[in-house]
């Protein structure tokens, strides 16, 4: 066992979609979809989704194996700040050349495989995020 | 809290393994060999124990011992005693400690045994890695394949830039810890390093590599934490476990601010109100630097240096990780924050690594993940 | 030991989940729903608690969290507060209430909550079966396929050969289990069995039974553990936790007698010799039953029946889990202390499963295994 | 990951042998090779190998799923008590009619299989009982 399919499909909101939750205590916001605001602890919060789109805060490549396959690295995994102003960690993929990753590019959402069970396993889907550029060419 | 006329929490010994990848040991066999020597040192049998507390993060995971402490209990031949596990992810040796000053400040028990292990070498370095990362939340960071060091890394890119510091003052941290641990006997890596050594040094989350990061390595340290009765024999200088504090910190990505650690300031506050005491250069300082860029952060959340100075001032501490912190001394999870307490144990009354320490306070900082939770045990030595 | 002179610690609230394959919660929906339910029943908010203990044996391997404790504060927003956890095998909510009362008592805290979970049901059945038998000696016990079952089936065949007692003697623990669960509205199986149903149900190990033996289920209860200070408003009835104490046995293969529970036996001892209290058939008692054969010989070790003899005296005890044990009520692992305190909690006050109980003493008994750690939990009723 | 090789090396003599610890300080003889006594907690002990030969305690037809294959069930999981008089819980195989086990049956330490890492890992052996007739027959 790798992932376990009730964790996984549980969540599956915040896996397929960027949710964002609104405190309408603190009026803070803050990722992904909670119940309760994790700044003032109050349950009067609203969820809303996110348009999807942001700039890189910064970013690692990453070589760091944490599964059996070596196929996949490096990585880019980065902290993403959305146009809605909350912060979210997430892989960053389709990047043509890593020199052109920098703080500040604009990325946005995609729907991508976060990973599989076994090589017959269930293949776990989930949001990464790519620069815009490729989409605008 | 604890207040001056409730019973005193004393350390009456701590022993260290020395760090390594022990493929000849399992973690009872640690367990076992530091136990002992702590129980010899002091004249105790394991049957004289009060408690044994035991602190690991990861046993459950990478040996498939749930209940180690009754396990241990089992292979140790006792069975008055009791037994129980601490866990607070990185930092549960710190935790550990917690409970066993409350019972001898609540008066419960005299002789509490706290052993700290972690067997970090019995599967390949893949999977160490993947079940350590389960210190940062599973269902947002780890789901996704967020480890520690890819935060790790980021924290130091943005720590540079706003700071204006370079690779180089980053790595003057490494080369301190390691200086330090050339001296000391338990350290996973004993040696120097030059202070350009990342250069070449394996990538893990660019700009960490290896050598910004802690070794992976099998240890165990046991304390015997005691109340006033027993240390009529004590020796002239005693340490007090005088306090232990900790706060939580929010997930890295919904900080404001990346370059502090809000949690580990907290906590030196909620220490400051309670016993008056700030941290100085010249202190008994043992802190968490799973990275070379959380040790520098540390000591400026704990107000020792100004916002990106700290590289500035480690030379000018001398009591600062005399064992080398994680990064040289090394990191056996459950054990690490009995490393950092014996290290100042020692230091504070027969000497460690060639040093004595002759000043009032000492304090250990550990933490898990980037100060998701963060806590300070305040010692103070007793000269009698 | 915690003596007269000491400051005290209160139970002054527990609540509880239904348990039950919660597919919808994950283990943070269910810890949050109880400890909501805690605070808004007393009229505090999270940032008020000076700690949050976790108790939960299995919640690394079975949701991949390792410092659930600091992942529960940040989905709670709180900061200030203390998190840590705490395992014994399946003791390990027995072990957390310990840490809870030291902190009380040392006066380290005043506001301690202690919240136990499991989530039991996010794998197929045979890979939770194989995590739960970790808390048996992987290296002796786990590495051969030796399961908890299997010596719950050995144990339950050499004790009816032993005492000549039957299997329809065994299975009245079952059959008063469900009576009893039949009451409690968060029995993972409310409903009553038959004299004989053993004889359809699954078999596990043989003569073990599925109904011979716990359900797997979901669960968390939360408990706040306070000091003097916090009961002025509180209610007439107040239940105190006076002391907690545990004990080790041998593994079973190296146990002479197979049929006795000596670490329970010596937990009693120990309380009986501090507080003078005894077990007697009309005590409020809450006994750990993963199998019904540990039922009767935990009845038998605490010294309120006969060796052979507990299947006779069951019917004679109007307390004895009242929320219908393990086998009935369910075993969420790290949790199922905090439902056994719930229980005798409400039973002494408000009044559980239709019942009240006016006597002064109430005990919880945990262990891990066959007794390889076994917990008691003393409760006294203060009328003021 | 199922097993660990370094913990299964480690401990491969007494997976390979039938070892009992027995101590100088209380008499007591105990399972598996220890180097404390768990009796008394004395370190005077000696390791002796046992002849490999004893009786069945007692033992429970199991069916109680560990691993994602059914194939092996049921075993038998018994307490066998050696003829030098400690008790060791083991696996009982070759068992050609169940009906025969019972207690005091004499049954002999064999070397079968435990175990297999994924369907290409490694296989673990150890010692398994037998009943003693299937020799002598
Ligand atoms: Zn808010
Ligand atoms: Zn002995």
């Known amino acids: 066992m790798k992932h376990s399919i009730s964790i996984f499909w549980r969540d599956r909101e915040n896996h397929y979609k960027l949710l964002i939750t609104k405190c309408r205590n603190c009026g803070k916001s803050s990722y992904p979809k909670l119940k309760r605001c994790p700044y003032c602890g109050s349950?009067?919060?609203?969820?809303?989704?996110?348009?999807?789109?942001?700039?890189?805060?910064?970013?690692?490549?990453?070589?760091?194996?944490?599964?059996?396959?070596?196929?996949?690295?490096?990585?880019?995994?980065?902290?993403?700040?959305?146009?809605?102003?909350?912060?979210?960690?997430?892989?960053?993929?389709?990047?043509?050349?890593?020199s052109s990753l920098k703080p500040g590019l604009e990325v946005e959402a995609v729907?991508?495989?976060?990973?599989?069970?076994?090589?017959?396993?269930?293949?776990?889907?989930?949001?990464?995020?790519i620069p815009s550029i490729i989409k605008k060419q | 809290m604890w207040g001056d006329g409730m019973l005193k929490a004393y350390i009456a010994s701590v022993e260290m393994l020395k760090i390594d990848r022990h493929y000849d040991k399992s973690y009872v066999d640690m367990a076992l060999e530091v136990i002992d020597a702590v129980l010899n040192g002091v004249g105790l049998t394991p049957s004289e124990l009060d408690y044994i507390i035991v602190s690991t993060a990861f046993n459950s995971l990478?040996?498939?011992?749930?209940?180690?402490?009754?396990?241990?209990?089992?292979?140790?031949?006792?069975?008055?005693?009791n037994v129980a596990s601490v866990e607070a992810g990185e930092a549960s040796g710190a935790a550990a400690l917690d409970y066993a000053a409350s019972l001898v400040k609540s008066g419960k028990a005299s002789k509490v045994l706290v052993v700290g292990f972690e067997k970090m070498s019995e599967y390949p370095s893949w999977i160490v890695n993947r079940e350590y990362s389960k210190i940062l939340n599973y269902m947002v960071e780890g789901i996704k394949g967020v480890t520690p060091p890819d935060y790790a890394a980021i924290i130091m890119k943005e720590y540079m830039s706003k700071y204006n510091v370079t690779r180089e003052d980053v790595f003057k941290w490494s080369v301190k810890m390691h200086e330090n641990a050339?001296?000391?006997?338990?350290?996973?890596?004993?040696?120097?390093?030059?202070?350009?050594?990342?250069?070449?040094?394996?990538?893990?989350?660019?700009?960490?590599?290896?050598?910004?990061?802690?070794?992976?390595?099998?240890?165990?340290?046991?304390?015997l934490i005691v109340g006033d009765g027993f240390t009529n024999n004590a020796p002239k200088e005693l340490v007090e476990?005088?306090?232990?504090?900790s706060s939580v910190n929010l997930p890295l990505y919904l900080r404001e601010d990346l370059t502090v650690f809000e949690a580990t300031a907290k906590s030196l506050s909620k220490?400051?109100?309670?016993?008056?005491?700030?941290?100085?250069?010249?202190?008994?300082?043992?802190?968490?630097?799973?990275?070379?860029?959380?040790?520098?952060?540390?000591?400026?959340?704990?107000?020792?240096?100004?916002?990106?100075k700290a590289h500035?001032?480690?030379?000018?501490?001398?009591?600062?990780?005399?064992g080398g912190g994680l990064k040289a001394r090394g990191h056996p999870v459950g054990a690490t924050p009995l490393y950092q307490l014996g290290e100042l144990y020692k230091l504070m009354t027969e000497g460690f690594a060639g040093m004595k320490y002759d000043g009032e306070y000492g304090i250990i900082?550990?933490?898990?993940?980037?100060?998701?939770?963060?806590?300070?045990?305040?010692?103070?030595?007793?000269?009698?």
Chains 1, 4 share one sequence.
């Open chain 2, 271 to 308: 220490l400051t109100s309670k016993h008056r005491v700030s941290v100085t250069k010249d202190m008994a300082l043992n802190v968490y630097d799973t990275y070379n860029i959380y040790g520098l952060i540390t000591l400026e959340s704990l107000g020792v240096a100004e916002r990106g």
């Open chain 2, 365 to 384: 900082h550990s933490m898990s993940g980037p100060d998701n939770t963060s806590w300070l045990v305040l010692l103070r030595r007793c000269v009698r």
């Open chain 1, 43 to 98: 349950t009067n919060v609203e969820v809303v989704e996110s348009k999807g789109r942001g700039t890189l805060v910064n970013y690692t490549i990453t070589y760091f194996r944490v599964d059996g396959s070596e196929a996949m690295l490096p990585k880019v995994i980065g902290l993403v700040k959305l146009d809605e102003g909350v912060k979210v960690p997430a892989e960053i993929v389709d990047v043509p050349d890593l």
């Open chain 2, 182 to 223: 050339s001296k000391n006997p338990y350290a996973q890596l004993p040696f120097k390093i030059s202070k350009d050594s990342y250069v070449k040094s394996l990538v893990m989350s660019d700009p960490i590599t290896m050598h910004d990061s802690f070794p992976v390595g099998d240890g165990a340290a046991a304390a």
């Open chain 2, 241 to 245: 476990l005088v306090d232990v504090e």
């Open chain 2, 62 to 81: 990478l040996t498939h011992q749930v209940g180690s402490s009754y396990i241990l209990a089992q292979y140790l031949g006792v069975k008055n005693v």
């Open chain 2, 312 to 322: 500035e001032v480690i030379d000018e501490m001398p009591y600062l990780n005399v």
């Open chain 1, 111 to 129: 729907l991508r495989k976060y990973s599989s069970d076994d090589p017959h396993g269930l293949i776990y889907y989930g949001l990464k995020f």
